[in-house]
T-cell receptor
Framework: DAKTTQPPSMDCAEGRAANLPCNHS???????VYWYRQIHSQGPQYIIH???NNETNEMASLIITEDRKSSTLILPHATLRDTAVYYC?????????????FGKGTHLIIQP | DTGVSQDPRHKITKRGQNVTFRCDPI?????LYWYRQTLGQGPEFLTY????????KSRLLSDRFSAERPKGSFSTLEIQRTEQGDSAMYLC?????????????FGQGTRLTVV
């Protein structure tokens, strides 16, 4: 699976949009971009995934650049409960959790 | 609670002892995954099952680690002759088999401390 690069930490004010970048310049054509988050002392939580089109669900939006070498996860109105480590993962195929490579992620801190 | 359940939540054991952890997946999920997470790191994949078949076990950390899912429902992860380096959070997840809309759901983990 392709490697991802994320900033180690970010701050965002409560109520503002949180934009989390991810670089995956070696992504292959059949690899999806996944985002998970992990709130302190809990297991990871699936957020969203996409192949090449932008995706939106009730939690977040995923914007993938046209060349697919980077993406941005957007939390539109961040709350204190969104403070967590966010992981960007690239893998072949859709669905499942076999062989996910989590890396160290971005620690997002929402400030009141 | 219909989520992934792990038991125990915490385990303290002496070095050299064997430990076993249990994972109960979401009932209709046929895939079950085990991960390990050490302090400050992201989760690390260990193994997974589809129903009772173990489809990947080459990532288990050593031959002291083994996992079973005998009836395709709950699973156990056993560590024999524990070492201090085994201290970590052990996470279980479940999902439907790969396809669209088959995201994985993780449990809250079992925290192992080897003293």
């Amino acid at each position: 699976d392709a490697k991802t690069t994320q900033p180690p930490s970010m701050d965002c004010a409560e109520g503002r949009a949180a934009n989390l970048p991810c670089n995956h310049s070696t992504i292959s054509g059949n690899e999806y971009v996944y985002w998970y988050r992990q709130i302190h002392s809990q297991g990871p939580q699936y957020i969203i995934h996409g192949l090449k089109n932008n995706e939106t669900n009730e939690m977040a939006s995923l914007i993938i650049t046209e060349d697919r070498k980077s993406s941005t996860l957007i939390l539109p109105h961040a709350t204190l409960r969104d403070t967590a480590v966010y992981y960007c993962i690239v893998r072949v195929g859709g669905g499942g959790a076999d062989g996910l490579t989590f890396g160290k992620g971005t620690h997002l801190i929402i400030q009141p | 609670d219909t989520g992934v359940s792990q038991d125990p939540r915490h385990k303290i054991t002496k070095r050299g002892q064997n430990v076993t952890f249990r994972c109960d997946p979401i009932s209709e999920h046929n895939r079950l995954y085990w991960y390990r997470q050490t302090l400050g790191q992201g989760p690390e994949f260990l193994t997974y099952f589809q129903n009772e078949a173990q489809l990947e076990k080459s990532r288990l950390l050593s031959d002291r680690f083994s996992a079973e899912r005998p009836k395709g429902s709950f699973s156990t992860l056993e560590i024999q002759r524990t070492e201090q380096g085994d201290s970590a959070m052990y996470l279980c997840a479940s999902s439907l088999a790969s396809g669209w809309g088959t995201e994985a759901f993780f449990g809250q983990g079992t925290r192992l401390t080897v003293v």
